[in-house]
């Protein structure tokens, strides 16, 4: 989900953002992209991905450290709050002491004071954490990729096509672009915009050639301030639309994804659309984003190439789903 600097100066760039937007001719010539993989096709450019594709780069695992790439669930994390989505809470349902109480099950109190019983449930909004951006999150002119409508196919009960239960299990190759370790910080400044030759030059630096089909994590270092929800939040640097486009369309990626939760920078960079990036990947290439992928153990350990593996929550009709990727390094 995209999200938007929200604290001090940045709210009044957002603000100034939003009135400067106006639809023109020009924007309303944006469409959303048709499939070539055919009318029903639901999935993009997961497309790419193949049984040889998959098979080639599992025979290419050197086996030793895994990397987990997912972010940790608790209160007070950094979410999107700007647009009054929840934010992510965790509660007990049961606990020793008040199962004993309670007795919810009717076991008594001998069976209850042996039998520790806890259970806990949660809420959240479905861009929070470490997740994928189904193909439904963004469209163009009430429809999304494959020119499927809100008119038709959304109902109460969310997306009828293209929402999360589609994305399949991700097994694919996985390349990591590590802009500050290139730039030799620690860190992009806030607000950074990243541009294509900012890719090539870190693709260069680390030795690593694109392939189609790839699932491309760019490293903005925003990362190392997770546990600090105000700042991880405040102006993050982020992905431009020429970069973008470099990526699918001179790369060839599949996936694009990045560490921090507005994955694109802002002020937008179109006139009349607040969010050209997310509506280029999602709607017009069918290509969809990952967010709030932890990129700091593969960035030290200088690894950049891998066996990316994730699977999304199977949610019917929503436009995001929580992911747990794994890099594993390959020879």
């Not at 449930?121 to 954490?129: I, N, S």
């Not at 990729?145 to 239960?165: T, V």
């Not at 925003?222 to 970069?243: F, H, I, K, V």
């Not at 920078?265 to 280029?280: D, Q």
């Amino acid at each position: 989900m995209t999200r938007f600097p929200i604290s001090g100066a940045s709210r009044h760039v957002l603000t100034a953002a939003f009135a400067a937007l106006s639809l023109t001719s020009a924007l309303s010539a944006q469409t959303v992209g048709t499939s070539p993989w055919g009318d029903d096709d639901e999935l993009g450019r997961l497309n790419l991905m193949t049984e040889s594709s998959r098979a080639a780069i599992l025979g290419r695992i050197s086996g030793g450290q895994s990397y987990d790439l997912s972010v940790e669930y608790f209160i007070g994390m950094p979410s999107w709050q700007a647009a009054g989505d929840p934010h992510y809470r965790i509660w007990m349902t049961h606990t020793p002491r008040g199962t004993t109480v309670d007795d919810p099950v009717r076991v008594g109190q001998a069976i209850n004071d042996h039998v520790s019983y806890s259970g806990s449930a949660f809420t959240m909004y479905a861009h929070t954490g470490t997740h994928i951006d189904a193909l439904s999150h963004f469209g163009l002119n009430g429809e999304i990729w494959n020119g499927f409508s809100a008119d038709e196919h959304l109902g109460d009960r969310g997306w009828q096509r293209a929402g999360a239960e589609t994305i399949p299990a991700i097994i694919a190759r996985g390349v990591l672009i590590d802009l500050p370790g290139a730039q030799e910080l620690d860190e992009l400044p806030a607000g950074y915009r990243v541009t294509r030759q900012d890719l090539i030059a870190a693709l260069a630096r680390q030795n690593t050639v694109l392939e189609t089909g790839d699932v491309v994590l760019i490293r903005t270092g925003r990362m190392r301030q997770y546990e600090s929800a105000a700042t991880y939040m405040d102006n993050a640097p982020g992905l431009g639309l020429e970069a973008a486009r470099y990526l699918v369309e001179e790369a060839g990626a599949m996936i694009v994804g990045a560490d921090n939760l507005s994955f694109e920078a802002f002020p937008s960079e179109i006139e009349g659309n607040y969010v050209p990036v997310h509506t280029y990947l999602l709607a017009q290439q069918g290509a969809p984003i990952l967010e709030l992928v932890n990129l700091e153990a593969l960035a030290t350990d200088q690894v950049y190439e891998f066996a990316f593996l994730a699977g999304s929550l199977k949610l019917r009709g929503a436009d995001a789903a929580p992911l747990r990727p794994i890099a594993l390094p390959v020879d």
